[in-house]
């Protein structure tokens, strides 16, 4: 009996070796087939502190890449805008926003330069960012041959100025040029790059915030936004950037008269910069977006228009949260996609300024 169940034993244990050994061996083939295939992640053409542009827009403004993500395949974007010398530049606030690669690199195809994200400086575009650059120049210069009393005067500051705009070939008696830190016998200025600077007469400080004076500007001044410039005895001085509007002098009384609710251009009053946001995606549908315009001189506007090659909107609730800015909601029908120039207007439809290629809608 001994010998029959140790040959039973030996059969057993080689039946269930050839059993383990089926069972690694189909293991073995059948591990490849779980294997996921690595579909390598698209490659971005920006990256962080490129300043990248629409080349199909006029638009004064740039995108700010702060960053990539490939995980959603998006990129993470803040505006930027030029300085007055068209150097790069400033952002308006901290505000960034994600958008898909293939939307970024379709549309901002053109590569400005590239900066460090951290260095760019963020405020809105008033005199005290420029003020604050130009002044540490001025107090060098001031404090090596000055005294005490000259170190302690306060900057001058321009918030305002009314009118805002004048006419070619005319003289502008400007009746507020508001501000702080105004000083008796200081000197007002509008200044442009590439053109001769067009000095203030008959000027009168009534008080530290408030000065009176006459601008006579040249019949061939260079039409468009100029920067009001005022500087006080002591040398410092405040630029109040893009605070002045140079529109054309005949050729825009007869426009204007002659106007009623057709949306006639009158030209220059309104220089818009840029839009917030400058793409919608509505996939072709229906949908209701809130737009935001950047510019000058939008308090003598009414209204917000968007024309396409095909199909005109226009928006609602035309409303001010501050002197540069402008927002207006629009109501977008399905079928709606395109390039459209965004136009500000006055109560009679008058087309004041225009920002063209300033939306896209897809």
């Known amino acids: 009996m001994g010998i029959p169940v140790v040959i039973l034993l030996l059969v057993a244990g080689v039946f269930f070796a050839g059993c383990s050994d089926s069972s690694t061996t189909t293991s073995e083939t059948t591990a490849p087939s ?3 295939t690595t579909v390598a992640p698209a490659t971005a053409l920006y990256s962080a502190g490129d300043i990248v542009k629409n080349p199909k827009s006029t638009a004064k403004t740039g995108l700010l890449i702060i960053g990539y993500d490939a995980g959603t395949d998006m990129y993470e974007r803040a505006y930027i805008y030029p300085n007055s010398d068209g150097s790069w530049g400033y952002r308006l606030d901290s505000k960034t926003a994600k958008v898909s690669r293939p ?3 379709t549309v901002y195809t053109e590569k400005v330069r590239t900066v460090a994200v951290s260095a760019v400086p963020i405020g809105t575009p008033t005199t005290a960012a420029t003020a604050t650059v130009t002044y540490a120049t001025k107090t060098t210069t001031v404090t090596t041959t000055a005294t005490a009393t000259t170190t302690s005067a306060l900057a001058p500051e321009v918030k305002d100025i009314t009118p805002y705009y004048g ?6 008696s400007i009746t507020e040029l508001e501000g702080k830190n105004f000083v008796s016998g200081a000197n007002v200025t509008l200044v442009k790059s590439g053109e001769s600077d067009i000095t203030a007469t008959d000027v009168s400080v009534s008080s530290s915030i408030l000065i009176t004076c006459k601008f006579a500007i040249p019949s061939d001044a260079d039409l468009g936004s100029w920067d009001v410039v005022v500087t006080n005895p002591d040398k410092q001085y405040s630029r109040y950037q893009n605070g002045f509007n140079i529109i ?20 220059g009053l309104v220089t818009l910069y840029s839009a917030s ?3 919608v995606t509505t996939g072709g549908g229906a949908g209701s977006e809130m737009i935001m315009v950047t510019g000058t001189n939008l308090t003598s506007g009414a209204n917000l228009k968007l024309v396409s090659s095909s199909r005109t909107l226009t928006g609602t609730g035309y409303y001010l949260p501050n002197t540069q800015q402008a927002t207006a909601r629009f109501d977008i029908p399905a079928g709606s996609s395109g390039t459209y120039t ?4 006055d109560s009679s439809g008058n087309i004041l300024g225009s920002l063209a290629d300033g939306l896209v809608i897809q």
């Open 277 to 279: 946001p400058s793409i």
């Open 167 to 172: 006419k070619t070939g005319t003289t502008v």
């Open 342 to 345: 965004i136009s500000v207007m």
């Open 248 to 267: 054309q002098g005949s050729t825009s009384v007869t426009t204007t008269t002659t106007t009623s609710t057709t949306g006639t251009s009158v030209s």
């Open 103 to 105: 939307t970024i690199e």
């Open 34 to 36: 779980g294997v996921t």
